[in-house]
């Protein structure tokens, strides 16, 4: 089955910056809405952050709002997750899935993960 690709994580210090990227080497995402989740260590994987399809309609989690810009460059078949005042508590596993055309829980496909973890 198709997979998605992150990339992006790293170590960056409290107030720090990052910006993970998903790509679909196999397939395009024009048709798809696109969501991030957040496993944090010990914790079970949450939804952060939603971009649909055709309308570019974002949503996103209260504790990331003003801090997480999620986008998508169809000609690069990519979206964006830009991580801004990152937290401690922003530490973990990142992971992009398919969300259907507007953002319902039909994920379909799914990256591996990228790792964040912010301490000084």
């Known amino acids: 089955q198709a997979q998605l690709v992150e990339s992006g994580g790293g170590l960056v210090q409290p107030g720090g910056s990052l910006r993970l990227s998903c790509a679909a080497p196999?397939?395009?995402?024009?048709?798809?809405?696109i969501a991030w989740f957040h496993q944090a260590p010990g914790k079970e994987r949450e939804g952060i952050s939603c971009?649909?399809?055709?309308?570019?309609?974002?949503f996103y989690e209260e504790s990331v709002k003003g801090r997480f810009t999620i986008s998508r460059d169809n000609a690069k078949n990519t979206v964006y997750l830009q991580m801004n005042n990152l937290k401690p508590e922003d530490t973990g596993v990142y992971y992009c899935?398919?969300?259907?055309?507007?953002?319902?829980?039909?994920?379909?496909?799914w990256g591996q993960g990228t790792r964040v973890t912010v301490s000084s």
């Open positions: 196999g397939f395009s995402l024009d048709y798809y809405a």
């Open positions: 971009i649909s399809a055709t309308t570019s309609a974002s």
């Open positions: 899935a398919t969300a259907g055309s507007y953002c319902s829980r039909e994920y379909k496909h």
